[in-house]
């Protein structure tokens, strides 16, 4: 198999998301309940979809055989024996302390977790993955707007107020209306411009 079919399915799965905020405008000012709950899915359904990948980058990567984009055929993770499960042995690995209970598992959407994840199993295109994944910038975005959705706390909004700033947006903007806002003024929408560069990113990893 080919890691190319990651970068592939969150690109078709990401276009599906992208297609709800046309149907979410367009019923804005008419039924402003269904506006809500369809840009706070696509939100919350980006923040899973970039998770659930980079989930798979590094499983995937764990075992022999699989190919880059470039070519390169990978061999088993070097920390892994034979018949050693990734995340398993991550949940062993992961704290030099205690053992992980057996629903852990990295916050695979952070990529620092992501790449110390990848490092413990010695993923054999460890470099390619730590150049791409070290290099995006937009998760936090991402993340603070999904939290304040999800969780509803003081906590959550107050970091997502501080994120709104951040943009030159309001602070007192909706989470869900804030993906309808265009980058720097005039550029593409933020929700576009988030995953056009999770896709570079994903892109930039398989190679």
Known sequence: MNLYHILRRFNSCTSEVANILPLAISVKNSDYRIFNACSAYAIIRLHDLWASHCR????????????????????????????????????????STRKMDRSWE???HIPDQCLRAAKLLRIGNYNTVFNALSAITIIDQIRLTRNAIVHSHRFTYSRFRTLSSFLGLPRNISPVEIIYNRKNGTGPLLFDYWISELRLCLAAAVR
């Open 56 to 95: 798979q980058l590094v499983i995937y990567s764990c075992n022999a055989g699989f190919m880059t984009l470039s070519g390169i055929r990978l061999p088993r993770a070097a920390s892994l024996s034979t018949k050693s499960n990734p995340v398993e042995w991550l949940r062993h690995n992961w704290s």
């Open 106 to 108: 990295p916050d695979w």
